[in-house]
């Protein structure tokens, strides 16, 4: 199996999909995206990923002529294309551009806007990721993008400032690198949600701290809740992180995944912890049951 491309109801193997260089998601990063992936074949959380692209859009005036269900229709034949679904899980990933016009800023040079649909094979996490936990790095010298310049909420095209923390983590030998907002307070990470364990209680950033409103951080909110596990969204720190019994991150393709080294400093005694282990449990059963249709 490998990567079809579905651009603008066009679909191809990934070596022969095009879009013109005139397109302003390339000129300018003008575009959102979304990424989902699936469970047993299915799109998981496909309504929450949809209402969240169509909010980003209209953050940068991007209008999206396609209802919810041309998106999937559109999604499940790029799978089907690539062989994913009955024959493997997939990856999804659903990017929205202003479309072609002229060199300009003038968004109504552009008369109608590019989606482009990529699916490709679920990338597999190595399981001693969840086993024995990962390291992440802070990043050194660059914030995460200040709210009043692009706001967090846009989930964007343009994606330097998170490109940029990468590859700190991967000069570091890291999975991940952690932000730090313009206060200086933790946002999140490059590719995904930052949390903390503190004497039972899970602690996450608060929106307002410059961070993307991740669906796998809400899903894994709620998954607390229904296991018992507090919550909390508060401002945190680097003492916070430092000091914390156990920590993990969230995404889409990644679940929950420990954390339990930042740079050289051991998180708790180094293990993965006990809730942490709960709430990656239960995220799967609840994957798994709504992915069925089973309670």
Known sequence: MSAYVNVNGVVTDAAHAVIPVYDHGFLYGEGVYEVFRTYRGKPFLFDRHQARLRASAAR???EVPFSDEEVERRCLETM???????????YVRILL???VGEITYDPAACPFPSLVIIAKPLPPTPAGHYEHGIKVVMVEDIIRNHPESVSPLIKSNNLINNALGMQQAIRAGAAEAVFRNYR?????CAQSNLFIVSKGVVKT?????????????????EVGASIGIRCEETPLNDQ??????????TSTTKEIVPIVQVDDRKIGDGMVG????KLLAQYRRQAEAMSTGRP
Request: charged share 20%; net charge negative.
């Open 60 to 62: 940068i005036g991007l």
């Open 240 to 249: 916070d992180l430092f000091g914390a019994d156990e920590a993990f991150f």
């Open 274 to 277: 006990p809730i942490t282990k």
């Open 80 to 90: 089907k294309a690539a062989g994913l679904g009955a024959a493997g899980e997939a």
């Open 184 to 188: 200086g307070e933790l946002a999140e």
């Open 205 to 221: 950033p608060p929106l307002d701290a410059g961070l993307l409103a991740g669906i796998t951080r809400a899903f894994t909110i």
């Open 97 to 99: 551009t202003r479309g």
